[in-house]
């Protein structure tokens, strides 16, 4: 059961454009969303987080919108550069227990010149 | 601080041999968690420790998939007989404390590319 849906597999945008990367949950135990980025040869890296009590959050070029009623949220790269690109997971954790974050596939980004 | 170093980087073997991953997490992390990457997936957790006690092994193999983490430091992961569908990137990662009711940061090691021919 694939409990947090990433959508879409791979995306293609122009340096100076919008990436947009979304993801559905089902389980309304989760309470916390990190958004990774991974390149080649490395582990993810946190790139920025949210918590379900605020319907937004930006941190620079990045930036995480929320919607709690339709289980869903997003990641829009702003003004995106060839260093963005990477792969991005979504991930969604539970309040309580272990915390551990259940990935979404991720989504392979190139960012052209 | 240096981050979490994974041994070996790459690894090829053939299936029913065994292998063993090593962990070392950035120093003074009490958690480390060792993470299964299948190709065009997201990391599956695999086990968690918290110092040398495991706090959730529920979706380890246990019949082949053996981990251990003496004296709360470093870590290894071992695979007995290894099968063809476990070839895959085995992530380390490590957090501060783990601790309930806090949502740490995981910092994840660069892993082990294994190749089970």
């Known amino acids: 059961q694939q409990q947090v849906k990433q959508s879409p597999q791979s995306l293609i945008v122009q340096k100076g454009g919008i990436s947009i990367i979304n993801c559905a949950y089902e389980?309304?135990?989760?309470?916390?969303f990190p958004w990774y980025q991974q390149f080649p040869g490395k582990g993810p890296a946190l790139l920025i987080a949210i918590r379900p009590d605020v319907s937004e959050k930006k941190e620079g070029r990045f930036t995480i919108s929320f919607n709690k009623s339709a289980k869903q949220f997003s990641l829009h790269i702003m003004d995106s550069q060839p260093g963005d690109s990477a792969t991005y997971f979504c991930?969604?954790?539970?309040?309580?227990?272990?915390?551990?974050?259940?990935f979404g596939r991720g989504t392979s980004l190139i960012v052209h010149p | 601080e240096a981050g979490v170093a994974q041994s070996p980087r790459y690894k090829i073997i053939e299936k029913r041999q065994s292998v063993a991953f090593w962990c070392n997490p950035i120093?003074?992390?009490?958690?480390l968690y060792w993470y299964q990457q299948i190709l065009g997936q997201g990391p599956k957790l695999l086990i968690q420790?918290?110092?040398?006690?495991?706090?959730?092994d529920s979706q380890l193999p246990k019949d082949r998939f053996s981990a251990e983490r003496l004296k709360g430091v470093d870590s290894t992961l071992k695979i007995q007989p290894a099968k063809l569908e476990d070839s895959a990137v085995y992530l380390c990662?490590?957090?501060?404390?783990?601790?309930?009711?806090?949502?740490?940061?995981?910092?994840f090691g660069p892993g082990t590319r294994l190749l089970v021919l």
């Open positions: 420790f918290q110092n040398n006690g495991v706090v959730d």
């Open positions: 990662a490590s957090s501060r404390t783990g601790g309930a009711g806090w949502f740490e940061t995981q910092y």
């Open positions: 120093s003074g992390h009490a958690t």
């Open positions: 991930a969604a954790s539970p309040s309580g227990g272990s915390y551990i974050p259940t």
């Open positions: 389980n309304t135990a989760f309470d916390y």
